[in-house]
């Protein structure tokens, strides 16, 4: 399970866009809604960092205070959005939880200590393909199994996910679909669940490798899982034994993601 990333409100991580060439470099991985990662270098070893946020990039002078007069690379909405200590390398390795109006923010490091600055990068979420099951299953998915999957209401995304098939025991209901990853990257989905615990299983499988699996109650959850280039087939798969009904007997998906796939 150490390929997995498995998040509860967020996500794997992929490199976005960054600009200029300063001597200090920065770079954001994630999702705009879930987990980014913002690695800076170059900085201060043992001195202090800021991270700065702002709508746009722009050319702004900070006001009096720390730093006052220095240039930075966002327009005039910047805000202070964290500070910190930088380590003994001059590196910077920090991690927060963003929310979907983050999306498209662009970011920017300070060096408090020479007020030199990073390039600045951009929140985006980097997904070449994603399906939210908003207008029912597309005709690239594969049902099997003993019951279909369905649309129900109430998803995580939006107002519907897509359920397994209502099954008794010693059944299976199976969703799968086939994508090319041509230099690789990630597939991310979100899911929730009501099972008997460590006897009925909500798995996922790539090429028919189990990668990941749940068991229990469980409310929306991401699960991201790095994806080798090429053709894969992935499946979702709610499995239950042979007695016993607990805990809704349900398990649902929404929001599926890929991220470097070609769209079906």
């Known amino acids: 399970m150490n390929s997995v990333l498995h998040i509860a409100v967020a996500a794997l991580l992929l490199p976005l866009g960054t600009t200029s060439a300063n001597a200090q470099s920065m770079e954001l991985t994630g999702l705009c809604d879930g987990l980014m990662n913002l690695d800076a270098t170059g900085l201060s070893p043992g001195g202090t960092w800021a991270i700065l946020t702002a709508d746009d990039a722009g050319s702004t002078q900070l006001p009096p205070g720390p730093c006052a007069g220095t240039w930075i690379g966002l327009d005039g909405t910047w805000q202070m959005y964290a500070t910190g200590p930088v380590d003994n390398l001059g590196e910077v390795h920090v991690g927060a939880v963003l929310g979907p109006a983050a999306c498209d923010l662009a970011v920017q490091v300070v060096d408090a200590n020479t007020c030199s600055t990073t390039n600045v990068a951009v929140v985006g979420d980097g997904a070449t393909w994603a399906d939210s099951f908003e207008n029912g299953i597309g005709p690239n998915y594969t049902l099997g199994g003993d019951r279909d999957w369905w649309l129900s209401p109430w998803g995580y995304h939006d107002a519907t996910k897509f359920r397994a098939g209502s099954?008794?025991?010693?059944?299976?209901?199976?969703?799968?679909?086939?994508?090319?990853?041509?230099?690789?990257?990630?597939?991310?989905?979100?899911?929730?669940?009501?099972?008997?615990?460590?006897?009925?299983?909500?798995?996922?499988?790539?090429?028919?490798?189990?990668?990941?699996?749940?068991?229990?109650?469980?409310?929306?959850?991401?699960?991201?899982?790095?994806?080798?280039?090429?053709?894969?087939?992935?499946?979702?798969?709610?499995?239950?034994?042979?007695?016993?009904?607990?805990?809704?007997?349900?398990?649902?998906?929404?929001?599926?993601?890929?991220?470097?796939?070609?769209?079906?």
């Open 167 to 264: 099954i008794s025991d010693s059944q299976t209901s199976t969703l799968s679909i086939v994508l090319d990853f041509p230099a690789g990257g990630n597939i991310s989905f979100w899911h929730e669940g009501g099972t008997e615990q460590a006897y009925d299983f909500f798995k996922f499988r790539i090429d028919g490798v189990q990668v990941a699996q749940f068991s229990g109650m469980w409310s929306w959850t991401q699960t991201v899982v790095p994806v080798t280039p090429g053709v894969h087939a992935f499946e979702w798969s709610y499995t239950k034994d042979g007695s016993q009904a607990c805990c809704g007997d349900f398990v649902a998906l929404d929001l599926v993601q890929a991220y470097g796939a070609i769209p079906p």
